[in-house]
Every structure is written in structure tokens, then in C-alpha cells.
């Protein structure tokens, strides 16, 4: 995360200034690198370093990929490529776990990075045959001011990374985050050629977008740690059912992501955004709901309408960023939109662990000892252990409802900035 995020603002304003192509390929080609070298990393420490290094290529393959889509077709006809992009980048979520359990059960873990290789050469050599130099646009890329925002986001990474276990250096990390965030802006509004040109947040449907999207992160980060963690854990199921469990509601996000670019093609944006907001507030409140009788088909029917949704989100938000900026900007309006989704995810998460595990404890607080007492019967001990560990499950489905709840309305705040996605007469521009 702390790669994918920190690298999408600079490499997707350089993008615009050296081709969206050119650095495509050069994403990729680090991405490979990164690959191998984890392959190769004979400890935890170097395998860390080399994943974030591998990180920095994967997290700018979204944005100039959603950049390349701007250049190769006009604006009323992005809706349904925007869509295929989004639905291949969320497939790649519901494939990868599976695709890596097959790899580790018959092959070396090393393989899981190595199989990166020959992907990404048939990647280049497909774009290579098919798809032709991407236009540039004169201008300086304010180095300076990618690395202060790639200080900030990285940093806030790394803070929010500590929030369970909250210390002084969690602080600094914080402290460090806005202080960068502070010079970059100053930077920006100094510098003859900024990275992130100020004009890209004057208009109301970029900054609804960006603020929509943190949002949908935030909520869809909930729902993808609290499912297989209740999975595994109140309902005493295996690790498998909890992924199998989580894979019903992200294998129905690339069909949302389809029919919310077709929606787009034909409709306002804030129409489709809207609409799958609503239904993920609704597959929320459904789960919310969930206790140990719940089971298929309710249970695939509640995962697959929040999937559904945040899937239909995709295409439109991208789209009401990407179609209210120049064609110069592209690359780095694809690059904040995308890193305001991981933002989010993180903020989510962070604030998952630090209420979770304070309202757990509260939850369980005066239940007394699970062990035996003095003087206590075996049959008394047996009783007393089974009431103590029914109202701890008890507990842990309150905490698990009410982590649904909030992801309810995070997403159902999300449909109150989605409403801000102005309908921009840019929509027919080239």
C-alpha cells in the first residue's frame, strides 16, 4: 500500500509531460523488476523493500491505464472501456487469492512473484502491437512537489499503520504527513508549473469525485476486513470460507463496473453513482443483520448487492474527475481520483482497528474469568465456560454488526458528495 499510494500523483502528472504509453511500459518493466527481486529477497526485511519497490510499478498501471482511455476515445464514449479497466483491475482481486493458493499448494511461494514475469512480457508485447505512441504535452513535472505529497501519503500510511498499538512514533509519522502536506500545497500555488495544477479543484464535480471516492474507499475497506474476520472467528469457520465468503461480493464488483460504464454512456454520472451507493448502503444493512442461523441464499444475496454497487461506482467516478480536466491533466487527475480510493482504504482500516478493538473490550468488559474458580464444581465449570464464551460471541456479532452499520453510512455520506458530480459540458469535449 504504502508504494501503490505514494507514486500515483508524480507518476501520473509525469505520464502527461512523457506519454501515457511510454510510462505504461516503464511501470510495468518495474513492476517485473520489483517481481523478482521479492523472489529473490533471502529475508522478510529485503522481501518488504522489494515489494514496495514492486508496489511503485503496480500502483501507476491504474491511473495511466485510465489516462491511455482518455486519449483513445472522446469523451461520451469513455463510459464502457472505463468500465472494462475497472472491472479488469477488480477481477484481479477476486483471481489473485485463489490463483496464489494454487500457485503455494504446488509450487514454491517464490513462484507467486515469478509468474509475474512472463505476464508482463506478454502485457508489452500485446501494447506494442496494438496500441500506438500516446500524445505529450509540453511541460516541466515539479519533482519537488511529488515528492512532498509522496512524503505525505506515505507517511500517513505509515502512521495510520500503528493506530493499534499508538505511540510516539505513530505521532511523528502523523505530524510528518501534514507537514508535507502543507509545504506541497504552498508549493503548488508558487511554482510557475505544479504538479497537481490548483485549477483541477475549482470545478465542484473533480472535488465531489475525489471526496466520493475516499469514501467508497472507506466503506469498501470495511466490508472486505469484516467478512472473513467474523468468518473465521464468531462463526468458527476455516480461513478458505471466510476468502470464499468475501469472494461473493468482490466477483460482483467487475459486473457492476460493466453496467455502471455502459450507465455512464447514456446518463448523468451522478446517476449510476448514486444508484450503487444506495445498494451497498443496503447490502450493509442487510449483513448487519447477520447472526449464526444466516445462511445462502440471504447470504450470497446481501454480499452480491454491495459488491453490485461498489462496482457500478467505478467508471463514473473516474470519469466525472478525469472529463473535468484538460487533456494535459489527464494522467494526473487519473492519479489523485485513484490514490484518493487507497486513501480512504487506509483511513478506514486505521479507524476499524482503533474503535473495533475499544468497543471489543468494552463489549466484554465484566463478563469475568473463563478459567476455573476454587471450590467449582466440573459441572459448574463446564456451565459457567459455556455462558462466558456464548456472551463473548454475542459480543463479537455486536462489534461485527456495527462495523457493517458504519460502513452503511460512510456509503450512504458518499451519495450526499456523489450528488456534487456535476453533469460537465466537458462530457462532449475530445
Known amino acids: 500500500l504504502l508504494g501503490y499510494v505514494a507514486a500515483m500523483p508524480l507518476i501520473g502528472r509525469i505520464s502527461d509531460v512523457w506519454g501515457h504509453r511510454r510510462i505504461f511500459v516503464l511501470s510495468m518493466l518495474v513492476f517485473m523488476v520489483g517481481s523478482a527481486a ?14 514496495v519497490f514492486q508496489a511503485v ?16 476515445f ?79 501519503l506515505a507517511a500517513l500510511t505509515l502512521g495510520l499503520a500503528r493506530v493499534g498499538d499508538a505511540d510516539v512514533l505513530m505521532v511523528g509519522y502523523l505530524v510528518l ?43 469498501l475497506i470495511i466490508g472486505m476486513v469484516t467478512i472473513p474476520l467474523m468468518a473465521n472467528t464468531v462463526l468458527g469457520q476455516s480461513p478458505l470460507e471466510g476468502g470464499l465468503r468475501l469472494m461473493r461480493l468482490t466477483a460482483a464488483i467487475p459486473v457492476g463496473a460493466v453496467l455502471g460504464g455502459l450507465a455512464c454512456q447514456r446518463m448523468d454520472f451522478r446517476v449510476p453513482t448514486i444508484a450503487g451507493l444506495a445498494l451497498a448502503a ?100 463446564q456451565e459457567r465456560s459455556l455462558e462466558y464464551w456464548t456472551q463473548v460471541t454475542d459480543a463479537g456479532f455486536t462489534l461485527y454488526n456495527e462495523f457493517f452499520l458504519v460502513a452503511m453510512g460512510v456509503s450512504m455520506v458518499a451519495i450526499l458528495t456523489a450528488a456534487l458530480m456535476a453533469w460537465s459540458s466537458s462530457r462532449r469535449s475530445p
Open 38 to 51: 521479492a523472489a529473490l529477497m533471502p529475508t522478510l526485511g529485503w522481501l518488504v523493500v522489494a515489494r
Open 177 to 219: 504527513s501534514v507537514l508535507a502536506l502543507a509545504l506541497f500545497i504552498v508549493r503548488q500555488g508558487t511554482v510557475a508549473e505544479p504538479l497537481l495544477p490548483l485549477s483541477m479543484f475549482k470545478g465542484w464535480a473533480f472535488r465531489a469525485a475525489n471526496a466520493t471516492h475516499l469514501l467508497v474507499g472507506g466503506a
Open 57 to 72: 510499478g503496480a500502483g501507476a498501471l491504474v491511473p495511466v491505464s485510465i489516462a491511455i482511455v482518455g486519449d483513445l
Open 74 to 152: 472522446p469523451a461520451g464514449r469513455r463510459g464502457l472501456p472505463m468500465g472494462l479497466i475497472g472491472a479488469s483491475a477488480e477481477a484481479g482481486g477476486v483471481i489473485g487469492p485463489l490463483w496464489g493458493g494454487i500457485i503455494t499448494r504446488y509450487l514454491d511461494w517464490e513462484w507467486v512473484f515469478w509468474i509475474n514475469l512472463p505476464l508482463g512480457a506478454a502485457v508489452l508485447v500485446i501494447l506494442a502491437l496494438v496500441l500506438r505512441p500516446s500524445p505529450r504535452y509540453k511541460a516541466r513535472v515539479d519533482y519537488l512537489g511529488g515528492g512532498l505529497i509522496a512524503v505525505s
Open 282 to 381: 443496503l447490502g450493509f444493512m442487510l449483513m448487519s443483520r447477520w447472526d449464526l442461523a444466516t445462511g445462502d441464499p440471504e447470504l450470497t444475496l446481501h454480499l452480491a448487492t454491495a459488491g453490485l454497487g461498489f462496482g457500478l461506482v467505478i467508471a463514473p467516478i473516474a470519469l466525472a474527475a478525469m472529463n473535468s480536466v484538460g487533456a494535459g491533466d489527464r494522467g494526473a487527475a487519473a492519479g489523485v481520483i485513484t490514490a484518493m480510493r487507497m486513501v480512504g482504504m487506509t483511513l478506514g482500516l486505521a479507524t476499524l482497528t482503533a474503535w473495533g478493538m475499544d468497543r471489543f473490550q468494552g463489549l466484554v468488559a465484566g463478563l469475568g474469568s473463563p478459567f476455573r474458580q476454587a471450590g467449582e464444581t466440573g459441572a459448574q465449570f
